[in-house]
């Protein structure tokens, strides 16, 4: 899950596994395998950048308890 800010300045929290594509028109509009769109106020970038540390933390956490259990 990741945070993000509607354009009306309303915090979301965005399950990032479910995102098709992201636009920037020149918001940035983000377009959900549901058919939902959501328009953010953080670029394209800012919010692929949100995505890849959560998915790293998801590994970083797996990888620590893969360690411990050895």
């Given at each position: 899950?990741i ?9 979301v ?34 919010v692929v ?19 411990e259990?050895?």
């Open positions: 899950m945070r993000l800010t509607r354009l009306s300045h309303t915090p929290i965005l399950n990032s596994d479910l995102i098709e594509y992201i636009e920037s028109t020149p918001d940035t509009v983000i377009t959900m395998t549901t058919g939902q769109k959501l328009m953010v106020s953080e670029t394209a970038d800012e950048h949100r995505i890849i540390d959560f998915k790293r933390g998801i590994l970083a956490g797996a990888i620590v308890r893969e360690r259990t050895e």
